[in-house]
T-cell receptor
Framework: AQKITQTQPGMFVQEKEAVTLDCTYD???????LFWYKQPSSGEMIFLIYQGSYDEQNATEGRYSLNFQKARKSANLVISASQLGDSAMYFCAMREPYSSASKIIFGSGTRLSIRP | DTGVSQDPRHKITKRGQNVTFRCDPISEHNRLYWYRQTLGQGPEFLTY????????KSRLLSDRFSAERPKGSFSTLEIQRTEQGDSAMYLC???????????????FGQGTRLTVV
């Protein structure tokens, strides 16, 4: 069965510092997609970044990058130059097999707090 | 594109009452998902539709829960005989063809927060 594990319930980071949010996953499929979402206190789920299992390069989207280590089954999110507005819950998620028809499962999340 | 819309945003109900939530997906999206999220946890998958067909249903979805998408457009999620444990945020999401939206996962609505008293 597929599973997402986020081991950091909460993190505090100083503004402008980089932060890494950990995510490991478990799947028996070779084709899958990994996502990170941000959920601010307003409650909406905001897509941040995507990594396909066959992508050889790590995904990047502005200040977000995904450190994809396939052999270790990890997909850590790196936020560079953190901002106060980055304070939110962050969820790692996976879809297998890769297709928008299959469901997305989520980890338990990491609450990130940025200190001024 | 007005995004995924959910109604109501908040619902307070007495234990034992039935409640119904509505989700309007992005118009061209043929896939629709329901999730439940409790405080401090990640969204838990409940069910999803491709057009009007309900393709998968989680074991979390007891017999008191039913979801429909009669014309392949909007969807409703009904909870019968509500219990205090049903208190949660109910999230709806939609997605289109993989080539267009697979790399974004799904687009989420703002959710319906249910409180059972």
């Amino acid at each position: 069965a597929q599973k997402i594990t986020q081991t950091q319930p909460g993190m505090f980071v100083q503004e402008k510092e980089a932060v890494t949010l950990d995510c490991t996953y478990d799947t028996s499929d070779q084709s899958y997609g990994l996502f990170w979402y941000k959920q601010p206190s307003s409650g909406e789920m905001i897509f941040l970044i995507y990594q396909g299992s066959y992508d050889e390069q790590n995904a990047t989207e502005g200040r977000y990058s995904l450190n994809f280590q396939k052999a270790r089954k990890s997909a850590n999110l790196v936020i560079s130059a953190s901002q106060l507005g980055d304070s939110a819950m962050y969820f790692c998620a996976m879809r297998e097999p890769y297709s928008s028809a299959s469901k997305i499962i989520f980890g338990s999340g990491t609450r990130l707090s940025i200190r001024p | 594109d007005t995004g995924v819309s959910q109604d109501p945003r908040h619902k307070i109900t007495k234990r034992g009452q039935n409640v119904t939530f509505r989700c309007d997906p992005i118009s061209e999206h043929n896939r629709l998902y329901w999730y439940r999220q409790t405080l401090g946890q990640g969204p838990e998958f409940l069910t999803y539709f491709q057009n009007e067909a309900q393709l998968e249903k989680s074991r979390l979805l007891s017999d008191r829960f039913s979801a429909e998408r009669p014309k392949g457009s909007f969807s409703t999620l009904e909870i019968q005989r509500t219990e205090q444990g049903d208190s949660a945020m109910y999230l709806c999401a939609s997605s289109g063809r993989a080539v267009e939206s697979g790399e974004r996962g799904a687009f989420f609505g703002q959710g319906t927060r249910l409180t059972v008293v």
